[in-house]
């Protein structure tokens, strides 16, 4: 049973800092993919940053990038979002995801991601 446990979210103001971490377990943690998404009420989920799990490079959505730093600890299963420079429009909720299938190639496409957290909240004001 796959499960994947989001944390870190919070209100901040603008220009602030966060970190969220995702923690999975139930994994075989190694060569996946694994990403953190963010969505509004009514919107559609938006992917903001990838990893390859063991090495690999890292995918960024243009709205982020410079601001935010994808990372993870594959000796404690956890994939992490550092995010700076905080803006109100990057307020969402935040979700990590993962693959199934280990694709030959990360990206940031929502099709691409079998397991879902719960998601965490945060907000900037």
């Known amino acids: 049973h796959v499960q994947l446990v989001e944390s870190g979210g919070a209100s901040v103001q603008a220009g602030g800092s966060l970190r969220l971490s995702c923690a999975a377990s139930?994994?075989?943690?190694?060569?996946?993919?694994m990403a953190w998404f963010r969505q509004l009420p009514g919107k559609e989920r938006e992917g903001v940053a990838a990893?390859?799990?063991?090495?690999?490079?890292?995918f960024y959505s243009d709205s982020v990038k410079g601001r935010f730093t994808v990372s993870r600890d594959d000796a404690k299963n956890t994939v992490y979002l550092e995010m700076t420079s905080l803006k109100p429009e990057d307020t969402a909720m935040y979700y990590c995801?993962?693959?199934?299938?280990?694709?030959?190639?990360?990206?940031?496409?929502?099709?691409?991601?079998?397991?879902w957290g719960q998601g965490t909240q945060v907000t900037v004001s």
């Open positions: 995801a993962a693959d199934r299938s280990r694709p030959a190639s990360c990206s940031l496409r929502l099709d691409l991601y079998d397991y």
């Open positions: 139930g994994y075989i943690f190694n060569s996946h993919c």
């Open positions: 990893i390859r799990t063991g090495g690999g490079p890292t």
